[in-house]
């Protein structure tokens, strides 16, 4: 299918817990539901152009109407910052095996300039139930970079596309975010920025609380 094939790996952290990541606030590449509540498998990709076949992975199930491709991310030039996030919307955050799990780089054509899967089959246990909150986070092989960026160079859109089994009815998205701190479009900070952003917040407290009793002072005076 592909010109190039690669690994997709978990980044560190692996599993993140942010709220906020539902529909519409975040790049969503697919989407997933099993058939009619009937079966504990999904599978599916999405393909340029938002094709369903000839994408890599066969339609078992329900691809949601969220699913699309994603255009490269404004000021993103180096596939090293992408990063694809899984959020399986488990009832009591039970777990999910990923049989397949799939992104792809468009340039043109429906055939991918650079595909990347996960090497074997995974089980994400516990995972973060309900939709909007974020899961499980895979970037490119740093071995497979250099063959990854020459690919993203002429990249116009990014597809994705998984099977998973042990699945409860989903929905089970995949996004696009993009580092520092899976920023996407959703603008998730990282944890440190959160501590930092408490720390200016203080010194800000402190130094109108300085500059209040400076000015009493001088009004006694």
């Known amino acids: 299918m592909s010109a190039a094939l690669a690994d997709l790996i978990p980044s560190t952290p692996f599993e993140v817990a942010i709220n906020g990541t539902g529909f519409g606030n975040v790049s969503t590449l697919i989407t997933l539901q099993t058939a009619n509540g009937q079966t504990n498998s999904e599978a599916g990709c999405i393909g340029l152009g938002n094709a369903t076949t000839n994408c ?29 996030v899984f959020n399986a919307s488990e009832p009591s955050g039970n777990s999910i095996t990923l049989n397949q799990f799939e992104i792809s780089f468009y340039g043109n054509s429906n055939t991918a300039l650079f595909t990347a899967n996960i090497p074997t089959p995974i ?33 116009t859109a990014i597809g994705a ?26 603008g998730m900070p990282e944890p440190a920025s959160y501590g930092l952003l408490g720390i200016a917040l203080v010194a800000v407290f402190l130094i109108t609380k300085r500059s209040a009793r400076s000015m009493a002072r001088s009004r006694l005076r």
């Open 123 to 155: 089980t994400l246990i516990p995972t973060q139930p309900g939709v909007g909150n974020s899961g499980f986070v895979f970037q490119i092989g740093s071995s497979d970079l250099a063959e990854a960026n020459v690919a993203f160079a002429a990249t």
């Open 56 to 84: 890599g992975i066969a339609v078992d199930g329900k691809i949601k109407n969220s699913s699309t491709t994603q255009p490269v991310p404004a000021g993103i030039t180096s596939a090293a910052d992408l990063r694809f």
């Open 161 to 186: 596309g998984f099977s998973a089994a042990n699945a409860s009815g989903g929905q089970d998205t995949v996004f696009l975010a993009t580092l520092p701190g899976l920023s996407g479009e959703a």
